[in-house]
Every structure is written in structure tokens, then in C-alpha cells.
């Protein structure tokens, strides 16, 4: 399963990747915002994004309908300390799964191996 991470904090992206590497994931690609991330989808599209919804240049909310544009087989995980008031907009623009920051990352995993056993 390839993974792409888009997250500006880089912090997060080193905890969030050194977690799913922990757990046996082994393709992952990382972006520092919607725009570069558009840019590795282009190149090679991932099974699997995980988001911020805040984000500068292009946030999670303009990029999700974006990457269901592009590649619509591509599973969306929201990531992100935005408040739960905007879960219904990240569903509504084709997120898959909302999972707040502050919450075990084991829920991301477990999604993702869930995804896998598909």
C-alpha cells in the first residue's frame, strides 16, 4: 500500500511516518502542502492520502475534491487538530476517515490495515 502524508508540520509528518513504518508500512511519500502534493500524485498516484484540512498554499478541504478528481480510487484519511465542526465538510468534499491529531495514531493504523484486508 503506497501512503502519501500531507502535512506542513514537519514534526507530525516524522511522528505520523515513524509510526506507520513501525507498523510494517514501507511506501511512504511525504508533502508539505496541497500544492506538492498534487504534484507527487501526478507522478504516481498513492492508495492511500492522509491530510491536514490547514494548511498554506492549498488546504485539505480544496485538495481532497482535487485528488478524487484525479485518481478517485485513492482512499482520503483526514488527520488534523481542526475542530469537529468541519468532519462534515471533509466528508462532504470526498474525505473517507476523520481522525483528530490528539487521538492514538493507532486508529490511523488500524483504518489503514483495515483498507489493506479489502
Same mark, same amino acid.
Given at each position: 500500500m503506497r $501512503?502519501?502524508?500531507?502535512?506542513?508540520?514537519v514534526a507530525f509528518r516524522a511522528v #505520523?511516518?515513524?509510526?506507520l513504518e513501525d507498523e510494517g508500512f514501507t511506501s511512504i511519500d511525504e508533502a508539505a502542502n496541497g500544492r506538492d502534493?498534487?504534484?507527487?500524485?501526478?507522478?504516481?498516484?498513492?492508495? $492511500?492520502v492522509l491530510v491536514d484540512l490547514q494548511m498554506p498554499v492549498l488546504?485539505? #478541504?480544496?485538495l481532497i475534491p482535487e485528488i478524487k478528481r484525479r485518481a478517485p480510487t485513492t482512499k482520503i484519511g483526514v488527520v488534523t487538530?481542526?475542530?469537529m465542526s468541519l468532519m462534515a465538510d471533509a466528508f462532504e468534499v470526498g474525505g473517507d476517515a476523520y481522525f483528530r491529531k490528539e487521538e492514538p495514531l493507532e486508529y490511523v493504523v488500524q483504518w489503514l490495515r483495515g483498507l489493506d484486508d479489502r
Amino acid at each position: 500500500m503506497r $501512503v502519501l502524508i500531507v502535512d506542513d508540520s514537519v514534526a507530525f509528518r516524522a511522528v #505520523l511516518r515513524s509510526t506507520l513504518e513501525d507498523e510494517g508500512f514501507t511506501s511512504i511519500d511525504e508533502a508539505a502542502n496541497g500544492r506538492d502534493a498534487l504534484q507527487r500524485l501526478a507522478a504516481d498516484p498513492p492508495d $492511500v492520502v492522509l491530510v491536514d484540512l490547514q494548511m498554506p498554499v492549498l488546504d485539505g #478541504l480544496d485538495l481532497i475534491p482535487e485528488i478524487k478528481r484525479r485518481a478517485p480510487t485513492t482512499k482520503i484519511g483526514v488527520v488534523t487538530v481542526a475542530g469537529m465542526s468541519l468532519m462534515a465538510d471533509a466528508f462532504e468534499v470526498g474525505g473517507d476517515a476523520y481522525f483528530r491529531k490528539e487521538e492514538p495514531l493507532e486508529y490511523v493504523v488500524q483504518w489503514l490495515r483495515g483498507l489493506d484486508d479489502r
